[in-house]
């Protein structure tokens, strides 16, 4: 349809370890506003793709670009710069600092002010961070430690920090591992809306399969690192392949259930 | 070719006390996790015991059953060490166990001291080995021969204590992962307690074999330490091979070092440590570390700057301590410039510390080079004073900046003991490089100029810098670059993934405290009017690290407070007792045990409670400093 290039376009990427092939040639692309799930069963290979999209691992082969732009091989501090924001599956924050200089870290980082040793970071960016905080439901928690929240606003929290660089496109690994099915939604529904309203790709990895089929515009499938599925939720649900690969797990029956209720 | 040959031999003879110390601290490493700074304090009880006892004892089976019985003593005041002191800090960061073990090696010299005399004692020779071997018309002494011997034996004792015993395979295992061996089931307590007993076996042994080739004297604990530092720290922590392995290395660097460059012996040793960490930062048979570990009982309150009332608070003590020149006599403005410099070290450590999470063991380093830097502008160049203090932290700048990029490679205990060895480096060059330095004697007459020459001149000039340096670097905390330094120390990975360089932070932390310290030791040397080896001393680093630790490292002005309290306790001890390590090394040991906090933390948590327990506290403010406790 349109020659620019997508927002995410990864291509052949391989990675082994001695003689595990974890990822096989892995390719897809995503374009800016979907949101893409990767799913498979544990050890499919998905936390290892994952980590190469955003420079916390190497390839053995393959590329990733952004844009057209190669990551490959470039350190996640730079991934970061050329506007990929991620959130971990067990969260990492700054425990001693407050909920508002978390984020404020974040854009003292974006507005390259590292070096300023005079100025007063309390100040910088006070309302942006608020805003961000606003934004994923944190404005209250402001000045709280970050070290005493609960584990689902902590999740919210890196969400805001990883907003904090406006990027094009968001990785989160395992967004709602460890939340109560509540909060799930809620996060998920969350994420969702910031991305359609500021156009952000959103590429994320879950086992939970309900806020898989609630959440993605399109869901790719690995399996022992290779990609055996690709396409929309209904597609993915009634391809027999996949089927195989989580049959035990109640997917089967989950859908055939779901189908009448969500219709 | 021969005299290569013996050389050689002399350098193998000297890696067994080497590896039996090293191994010792590398099994306790492995299994509980602690730096044991003692261990070079049990191994010269072991000599001191030994040397006591094969006086006592006659003829050859009183002499080895001596040696034996002087380790199995050992261990056993190791095993009461243990329960009384360790059992408490196993939770705490590493730093407060190095800094605990510290305080105890202090206690140590001074006991001995106390029991044995001050004086070198020459203890026996060994029954059986006291000729010596002629090779090739050189003279091999045939107790090196025995101790050659000894080391390989041991090990391969060790190897089966390991892998053949139930013990040996719930070490192992405790190693690899405690929490899954305490899981199952095993006593932790009596593992941990019987790992400790066996190291302190091995350093006492290695203290006790030495007699017939030493004297023993009241300061071999430091001299062997920093040794075995190195040592585990080529070989890996925790790995008995490296322990073997490496042990040979340094002794036969310092056998041949001293024959091929005889000026800079000691550093070709710290070179070669180096190059190891660079290459294999976690030693030549380590495994990686894992990620030190956060202590659950030392929450953080979010840090915020002065109020305009505690702002108010700070300039009136300021104002009073601009006005002891009015009240007070020449030898407690002294003391009170000294305070004064004192501050100024400790605050550039604190924020290293605090603010980077870097502890660093050889803070005194840039101290000295600083205070070096002064000599050399005022002797060799004949500055000007003004120009002298400029200039002279210049020195400590650059050491900073060279040994910082290499140690912010490593974290925790591998970043510790490499700013330890840089620091000893420096020292060893200040010590031998005797045409420039003046070696031991120091350099000499450097005093200020007329403006600051009166005591209390020379106090408000320190008093005016030490409050410079702590408003600036208090300014650097609540920077935009302070914060984003607390962030890497925070959460790498998250510091990372939001695009900070952390190395590159850190690496800019080290040359800032560097310098400041540099600029405490440039006021220094003119305070003392003399500069010497030992103001870049691993006892004045300890002194930092004290300082801070009192103070708190987890709170903003604790390298202030520690300073004042700790120099003028220090001041006033030394000049009250004869004891004064004994003293010193107690406290430390009270300090880690009993206030993990520091004096701030401390009022800040008493501060705390009566704010919750008064009741018109908003319930916003008052439900975050509840837990925080």
Redesign the interface.
């Known amino acids: 349809m349109s020659v620019a290039p997508p927002l995410l376009a990864v291509e052949g990427l391989t990675k082994s370890y001695g003689g595990i092939h974890a990822v096989r040639g892995v390719s897809f692309s995503l374009r800016a506003g979907e949101i893409l799930a990767l799913i498979g069963p544990n050890g499919a290979g998905k936390s290892t793709c994952f980590d190469m999209l955003?420079g916390q691992n190497r390839p053995d082969s393959g590329h990733v670009r952004l844009l057209g732009e190669e990551t490959t091989g470039k350190?996640?501090?730079?991934v970061?710069?050329m506007g990929v924001g991620?959130t971990?599956q067990i969260t990492?924050?700054?425990?001693?600092?407050?909920v508002r200089?978390n984020v404020?870290?974040?854009l003292?980082?974006?507005g390259k002010?590292?070096?300023?040793?005079?100025?007063?970071?309390?100040n910088?960016d006070r309302g942006e961070a608020g805003r961000l905080l606003e934004l994923v439901g944190m404005g209250g928690y402001a000045?709280?430690?970050c070290?005493?929240l609960a584990y689902g606003d902590l999740k919210r929290l890196e969400l805001a920090?990883a907003l904090?660089?406006q990027p094009k496109l968001l990785l989160m690994d395992e967004p709602t591992a460890g939340m109560a099915p509540r909060e799930r939604v809620e996060l998920m529904r969350l994420t969702a809306q910031i991305a359609r309203e500021k156009s952000i790709g959103v590429l994320f990895t879950e086992h939970d399969m309900d806020v898989v089929f609630e959440h993605a515009d399109r869901i790719i499938v690995l399996n022992r690192g290779m990609l055996i599925a690709e396409g929309s939720p209904a597609e993915v649900r009634g391809n027999p392949q996949v089927q195989a690969v989580y049959l035990g797990e109640g997917l089967l029956y989950d859908a055939e259930h779901r189908e009448g209720a969500s219709a | 070719m021969a005299f290569y040959v013996v050389q050689f031999l002399t350098g193998l003879a000297s890696a067994a006390s080497l590896f039996l110390v090293a191994s010792g601290l590398s099994i306790i490493f492995g299994v509980t996790r602690i730096v044991n700074f003692a261990h070079g304090a049990f191994y010269m009880i072991g000599a001191y015991i030994a040397f006591t006892l094969t006086e006592r004892l006659s003829g050859a089976f009183g002499f080895w059953g001596a040696i034996v019985v002087a380790a199995f003593a050992v261990a056993l005041i190791g095993v009461l060490v243990e329960m009384v002191l360790l059992r408490r800090i196993y939770h705490a960061p590493e730093l407060f166990q190095l800094l605990a073990t510290f305080g105890l090696t202090l206690m140590v010299e001074d006991l001995v001291v106390l029991i044995w005399g001050p004086d070198d004692l020459v203890g026996r020779r060994a029954p059986g080995f006291k000729g010596a071997i002629d090779f090739f018309g050189q003279n091999i002494p045939s107790y090196d021969l025995f101790l050659i011997v000894l080391s390989p034996v041991v090990l391969g004792i060790l190897w089966l204590l390991f892998q053949r015993t139930r013990w040996g395979v719930l070490v192992r295992a405790a190693t690899q992962d405690r929490d899954m061996v305490a899981a199952l089931g095993v006593n932790q307590k009596w593992l941990f307690t019987s790992v400790f007993a066996v190291g302190v076996f091995l350093a006492a042994l290695g203290g006790a074999l030495q007699i017939p080739r030493d004297a023993v004297h009241h300061a071999m604990d430091l001299r062997i330490i920093v040794d075995v530092f190195v040592v585990v720290v080529i070989g890996g922590l925790g790995s008995i091979v490296g322990a073997f392995v490496a042990a040979v290395l340094v002794s036969e660097l310092n056998a041949f070092g001293i024959l091929i460059f005889p000026k800079i012996s000691i550093i070709l040793v710290f070179l070669v440590m180096a190059v190891v960490l660079i290459v294999r930062p976690w030693g030549l048979f380590g495994r990686p570390e894992a990620p030190a570990r956060r202590t659950p009982g030392l929450t953080v309150n979010p840090w915020r700057p002065l109020t305009s009332n505690e702002r108010l608070a700070a300039l009136a003590a300021l104002v009073v301590a601009a006005s002891l020149p009015l009240f007070a006599g020449n030898y407690a403005l002294t003391v009170g410039s000294e305070i004064a410099i004192f501050v100024i070290f400790a605050v550039s450590l604190h924020f290293l510390m605090s603010v980077g999470g870097l502890a660093s063991f050889g803070h005194a380093a840039y101290f000295g080079l600083g205070a070096y830097g002064v000599a050399f502008l005022a002797k060799m160049a004949g500055l000007p004073m003004i120009v002298c203090l400029l200039l002279g932290p210049l020195l400590g700048c650059m050491g900073a900046a060279v040994f910082g990029f290499f140690a912010v490679q490593l974290s925790g205990v591998y970043f510790a003991m490499l700013t330890l060895a840089f620091a000893q480096i420096v020292w060893s060059i200040a010590f031998q490089w005797v045409s420039v330095t003046g070696g031991d004697n120091g350099i000499l007459s450097i005093w200020p100029e007329k403006w600051a020459a009166s005591p209390s001149h020379f106090y408000w000039l320190a008093l005016g810098v030490a409050a410079l340096v702590t408003i600036a670097l208090r300014v650097m905390v609540f920077s935009p670059f302070g914060y984003a330094l607390r962030a890497t120390r925070d959460s790498l990975l998250r510091s990372e993934a939001i695009g900070i360089n952390a190395k590159r932070m850190q690496w800019t932390a080290f040359v800032i405290a560097g310098t400041t310290a540099g600029i405490g030791g440039a006021l220094f040397a003119y305070l003392k009017g003399s500069v010497f080896p030992d103001n870049l001393g691993i006892s004045l680093s300890v002194d930092a690290l004290v300082m801070v630790l009192l103070g708190g490292v987890e709170t903003v002005s604790g390298g202030v407070i520690g300073a004042i309290v700790y120099k003028a306790l220090n001041i006033w001890l030394v000049s009250q007792t004869d004891l004064s390590k004994l003293v010193l090394g107690g406290f430390i040991v009270l300090i880690v045990v009993v206030f993990p906090k520091g004096i701030v933390g401390m009022l800040e948590m008493l501060a705390q409670r009566r704010r919750k327990t008064s009741p018109p506290g908003s319930p916003l403010l008052a439900k975050p400093i509840e837990s925080a406790e």
């Open positions: 955003n350190k996640p501090r730079d970061w710069r991620r971990f990492a924050t700054f425990a001693t600092m407050t200089e404020q870290v974040a003292i980082s974006h002010q590292l070096f300023n040793l005079w100025g007063s970071a309390p910088v000045d709280r430690p070290g005493e920090v904090a660089n």
